[in-house]
C-alpha cells in the first residue's frame, strides 16, 4: 500500500528564516509526486511535479528536490504570504492508481 | 483558461438528507477525481472518472457515488448523510493521462447537523 508521511506537521518560521520540508514516501513504483500548496478554505494550488531521483525543480523561493524515499520542499528566506498548508502526494505506475497524500505541513512565516 | 469550478461552495445539510455537488473541469481535461478532506483524515480519494466511465474506487461506503456526462462535468452525489460526511470535497482534473498533474477547484464546504 502506497504511503506518504510528511514532517515536520508544523513549522513556525520567522521572515527570511530558511527551512526544508520532508516528505518521506513509500511505493512500489513511482509515476510522480506532486507538491501543493493549499490556504484555508480553499483547494489546493500545484507547485510541482517531480517523476525521478535527481530531479530538482524550482518556483520562487521553493525548490523541490527528489530522492528514491523521500522529497523535500526548500523554502528560501520565506516571507508571511508563503503562509500556508504544503501537501505531497505521490502516485504508483500500478494500473490505474490514484494520488496518496501526506497530512500536510501547516507553515506559519512571522514578519 | 478557466479553472475548475465546483458548486455550491458552501452546504448545510441533516443527517438522512441528500446531497449532490457539481465539478466542471477545467476545458480539454477529460479526468475528474473526488477527494473528501477532514481534519483528522487529510485527503482521501474517493473515485475517478473518465470518458464518463469510473475508472477508479477509494475505500468508502456505497452511499457515495458519482457520475460523469458527455462535457466532462461531474456530479457526485451522498445519500442518507451522517455528521462524519462534513468535509471539504475537492474535485481535480487533469487530462487522463499516465503522469498527469491534477488540478484542484476550491471545493464545496459540507456541514451535516
Known amino acids: 500500500e502506497d504511503q506518504v508521511t510528511q514532517s515536520p506537521e508544523a513549522l513556525r518560521l520567522q521572515e527570511g528564516e530558511s527551512s526544508s520540508l520532508n516528505c518521506s514516501y513509500t511505493v512500489s513504483g513511482l509515476r510522480g509526486l506532486f507538491w501543493y500548496r493549499q490556504d484555508p478554505g480553499k483547494g489546493p494550488e500545484f507547485l510541482f511535479t517531480?517523476?525521478?531521483a535527481g530531479e530538482e525543480k524550482e518556483k520562487e523561493r521553493l525548490k523541490a528536490t527528489l530522492t528514491k524515499k523521500e522529497s523535500f520542499l526548500h523554502i528560501t528566506a520565506p516571507k508571511p504570504e508563503d503562509s500556508a498548508t504544503y501537501l505531497c502526494a505521490v502516485q504508483g505506475n500500478s494500473g490505474n492508481t490514484p494520488l496518496v497524500f501526506g497530512k500536510g505541513t501547516r507553515l506559519s512565516v512571522i514578519a | 483558461k478557466a479553472g475548475v469550478t465546483q458548486t455550491p461552495r458552501y452546504l448545510i445539510k441533516t443527517r438522512g438528507q441528500q446531497v449532490t455537488l457539481s465539478c466542471s473541469p477545467i476545458?480539454?481535461?477529460?479526468?475528474v477525481s473526488w477527494y473528501q478532506q477532514t481534519p483528522g483524515q487529510g485527503l482521501q480519494f474517493l473515485f475517478e472518472?473518465?470518458?464518463?466511465?469510473?475508472?477508479n474506487k477509494g475505500n468508502f461506503p456505497g452511499r457515495f457515488s458519482g457520475r460523469q456526462f458527455s462535457n466532462s462535468r461531474s456530479e457526485m452525489n451522498v445519500s442518507t448523510l451522517e455528521l462524519g460526511d462534513s468535509a471539504l470535497y475537492l474535485c481535480a482534473s487533469s487530462l487522463g493521462r499516465f503522469q498527469e498533474t491534477q488540478y484542484f477547484g476550491p471545493g464545496t464546504r459540507l456541514l451535516v447537523l
Open positions: 476545458s480539454g481535461h477529460r479526468s
Open positions: 472518472y473518465f470518458s464518463e466511465t469510473q475508472r
Open positions: 517531480l517523476y525521478s
